[in-house]
């Protein structure tokens, strides 16, 4: 039960970025091979940069194609009612979230279960849940989310970080994986809801 | 003689590539060494990220180095004769849809014959022939390919979904690479000759 | 001792790029998250992209998690201290100088000590060197280095060549390392002091 719902987390993660690439073709009215091409690059690309990183082959979508079926399934149904999904932008950001709070737990749950020391981990579990949605908006030309005012990053570096300490702790995995997907999703809707940010640095001399 | 074929349409796809990447540089002006950097990626980087993906070692380049020496002699000989290329950009526009079919094309087959899903050799084709000028032209801050107005991208699915179709039907391998070839290249080549594009997404809702 | 100097060398390059990465979100004013992503992805991103390319796995900082340990704490110094090191921008791009030429020359004898073709070392020092700036650069939207005026990836060229050629040469490791490094800063150096730079292609025909 608790394997179920870690793979039903895991799709509804990919399902809900490649909402978010497919979107951005929308903004910029591509075509539908547009919309699956950075609906899919946003949905399976943080996990891809992970596993070549840690030599995981064969990589996710390689090993199972039905993501990329998945994928290209969701950014043509958003092709056709990216009208709807903008209407709803705001369920689309709190969707986000809860899939920046898995992937960045999952991604570190899957480094530590191959035996990585906890920092690698931790960053593993970012680069799974920041990745796809910083070559999204590379390849889109949009404001890149790690220019984000709010919250973002951060909140992957929570989920991973929290993950690690209670794994190394020996908190259950259920757990663990529970309070670190709390944390991350958390932190995330609180940027949303209240604006929550880190100081940004503020330059002292005068700009160059 | 059918594989001396396709070594030879091999080398001309990564030629041709070589040259759009070097007549970047050209319109921005580099040196000889930016001309290389920006040719070779464009050359080879799409055949790069699909062997990394694939983890098929050594990657191109680096198991027949000589794919890096045409880059380079190719880049070169860009450097100084661009102002003929440029002359002769329509031509180079046709080159290159030559380039992409081949490119979908052998990609496909590549992952096809690793025993790779269907869905996934096709989307190593599309990566191999695509990924190449998607990098060119966010290095080379170019319009990408991938918000092209007219069909790009789409040919390259459509080379190689008809190479890994015909080839699942039990059609010989030559005939399923000419014909693979035709399906890119056609289209592409429709594109050009006569704009053709697939309907693009128009926003119903009022702009956010 | 010779070793010692080198590992010194390697970590040098590694804080130095690192800073450069990190004032580069200094100037987008992000948070010490932002700083570190940065920051880590320029210090240690040339590297990892050599590792994956040689399949010389694990890649450096999933071998030695202190590399990443390094680039946070210099990430979060910068962050408190960049308004120092704004004031020091000579002093960085000196010191960048000696980090383009002990990453070009370090991955060249990377790939030589595996074996690879001349070309190849040479392409994978190049690569060191020069892809973390470049995907800084991506990532910040600042002007990429292959932009440069000055000489800069050039100088990495010219560190990898002087490596792979004395070494066939059968020139000792020591003095073929000191060399290779007296090439690549010295030809950056010349740039930053006098600015010395490469024929630019110039157009003949009428600009498109």
Same mark, same amino acid.
């Given at each position: 039960m608790f394997e179920n719902s870690i793979i039903l987390l895991d799709w509804l993660g990919i399902v809900v970025f490649t909402i978010t690439g497919a979107l951005v073709a929308s903004r910029n009215q591509m075509d539908v091979v547009g919309f699956i091409l950075l609906g899919t690059v946003t949905g399976i690309g943080g996990g891809t940069i992970r596993d070549l990183l840690l030599d995981a082959h064969p990589v996710l979508w390689v090993e199972r194609p039905q993501y990329l079926g998945v994928c290209i399934l969701v950014s043509i149904a958003v092709f056709f009612t990216?009208?709807? !999904?903008?209407?709803?932008?705001?369920?689309?950001?709190?969707?986000?979230?809860?899939?920046?709070?898995?992937?960045?737990? &999952?991604?570190?749950?899957? #480094?530590?279960?191959?035996?990585? #020391?906890?920092?690698? &981990?931790?960053?593993?579990?970012?680069?799974?849940?920041?990745?796809?949605?910083?070559?999204?908006?590379?390849?889109?030309?949009?404001?890149?989310?790690?220019?984000?005012?709010?919250?973002?990053?951060?909140?992957?570096? !929570? &989920? !991973?970080?929290?993950?690690?300490?209670?794994?190394?702790?020996?908190?259950?995995?259920?757990?663990?994986?529970?309070? &670190?997907? #709390?944390?991350?999703?958390?932190?995330? !809707?609180?940027?949303?809801?209240?604006g929550w940010s880190l100081p940004r640095y503020k330059p002292r001399a005068p700009e160059r």
């Open positions: 990216a009208h709807l !999904a903008a209407s709803r932008y705001r369920l689309i950001l709190w969707l986000d979230a809860l899939g920046l709070g898995l992937f960045a737990t &999952a991604g570190a749950e899957k #480094a530590a279960s191959l035996g990585e #020391a906890p920092l690698v &981990a931790i960053t593993m579990g970012v680069i799974s849940a920041c990745f796809g949605g910083i070559i999204r908006d590379v390849l889109g030309k949009e404001d890149s989310i790690i220019f984000s005012r709010e919250i973002y990053v951060t909140a992957a570096v !929570a &989920a !991973a970080s929290t993950f690690i300490g209670l794994d190394a702790m020996g908190v259950s995995r259920e757990l663990s994986v529970g309070l &670190a997907l #709390a944390a991350g999703f958390g932190l995330r !809707a609180g940027a949303l809801a209240f």
